[in-house]
């Protein structure tokens, strides 16, 4: 039951090339949600036009005073970042993962939805209803940023650089428990441990210690850890065996764009980066990232940025509009309407306004 007359006060970060399609799509859905509640929630947005057009015209990706102003905001609703003209690391660093270390969302939850009328690669998914949700920890791991170049210790052969990881007791714990409490949510509760603890052997065999320890602490809920090799193989033969995976930063990164994939599209992908302690605001955004060569045209699929919408529903304690919104993006693709990317021909505003007018479905 909805928190009746909440106005949810929502930070828009639209960014870069198709960002600003599906996040605009995603508002508009969710607009017409909050209008069908006959007044039980609102929402109250304010749009900031960080991102790459924002560093061309003043040297930074994002305002200075930026993590301050979005601090007060009960969720971060984010399009994607990333521009030809502007190097990765830059874009990111400068907005996205500023934003995500800033506000400390170590977990990243990116659920792998099999839609009605989209296609998958997958054979076995013809007779499955597939469904299962990537973990992924967010704020350590391979990309803790360790390491460097130009070391004292140049090989013969050249420069030699280091990139190490970095898995604390603390890190790894927490986002286990996430994955179990989470597991303990959905029809099948089992969690999915993945490392390559038989080649890195410190790290992930912490890692791997956390996980047998914390497990004690659920008895209902089944496990079982698997290397991300074989993990890999699993997504595509077993897909059927998977309810939660908890995987490290890297890991989990690769394993949820190989879940989309096989879902039918990067473009349906959706996901949270968390802050569960709920100290600071939490951010929700598709998976896939600014798509150049797709962007401006219409055409970018906003099920992943309308999905990552749902999930922010739920974090703001509307369970039962989150569900509408699921059952409105499955009646959609049911109904064929369905972007390029997806085998379809119909552009972001069609799907949008097919999707609002599932809404009450
Ligand atoms: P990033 O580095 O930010 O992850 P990327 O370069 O890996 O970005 P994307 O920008 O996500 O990749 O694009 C990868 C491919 O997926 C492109 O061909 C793009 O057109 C396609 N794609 C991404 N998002 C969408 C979308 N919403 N709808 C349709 N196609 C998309
Ligand atoms: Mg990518």
Request: a negative charge; aromatic letters at 8%; glycine letters at 12%.
């Amino acid at each position: 039951t909805p928190r009746t007359g909440r106005t949810f006060r929502i930070a828009a970060i639209p960014a870069d090339g198709v960002g600003k399609e599906v996040v605009a799509a995603g508002r508009a859905v969710l607009d017409a949600l909050a209008k069908g509640s006959g007044g039980a929630f609102a929402f109250a947005w304010e749009e900031f036009p960080w991102g790459c057009g924002h560093y061309a015209a003043t040297g930074r990706m994002m305002d200075e005073d930026g993590l301050e102003r979005l601090k007060a905001f009960d969720a971060i609703y984010f399009g994607a970042v990333g521009w030809p003209t502007v190097p990765d690391h830059v874009s990111l660093w400068g907005l996205r993962l500023a934003i995500c270390q800033g506000f400390d969302q170590w977990a990243n939850v990116r659920p792998v939805h099999f839609l009605p009328g989209v296609r998958s690669p997958l054979r076995a998914a013809d007779d499955h209803d597939l469904n299962w949700v990537v973990v992924r920890e967010n704020s350590e791991g391979e990309y803790a940023g360790l390491g460097g170049r130009n070391l004292s210790a140049r090989g013969p052969g050249g420069e030699v650089a280091v990139q190490s990881s970095l898995f604390t007791e603390v890190g790894c714990e927490r986002v286990i428990r996430f994955a179990f409490d989470l597991a303990r949510t959905r029809a099948r509760r089992k969690v999915s441990s993945v490392t390559k603890s038989n080649a890195q052997q410190h790290g992930m065999v912490l890692w791997d210690e956390v996980f047998r320890r914390v497990a004690g602490d659920y008895p209902d809920v089944e496990t079982e850890s698997v290397l991300v090799d074989a993990m890999s193989a699993k997504f595509v033969l077993r897909p059927q065996d998977l309810s939660v995976v908890v995987a490290s930063n890297l890991h989990a990164d690769i394993l949820s764009d190989l879940g989309s994939a096989l879902a039918g599209s990067l473009g349906l992908a959706a996901s949270a980066n968390l802050n569960p302690e709920r100290r600071y605001p939490s951010m929700f955004e598709p998976v896939h990232g600014s798509a150049p060569d797709i962007a401006g045209r219409g055409l970018a699929n906003p099920v992943g940025a309308v999905g990552s919408a749902a999930l922010m529903l739920d974090h703001l304690g509307l369970p039962d509009e989150a569900a509408r919104l699921h059952r409105a993006i499955a009646a959609t693709t049911a109904a064929g309407v369905l972007t390029p990317d997806v085998g379809g021909s119909a552009g972001t505003e069609e799907v949008t306004a097919a999707l609002i007018g599932a809404l009450d479905g």
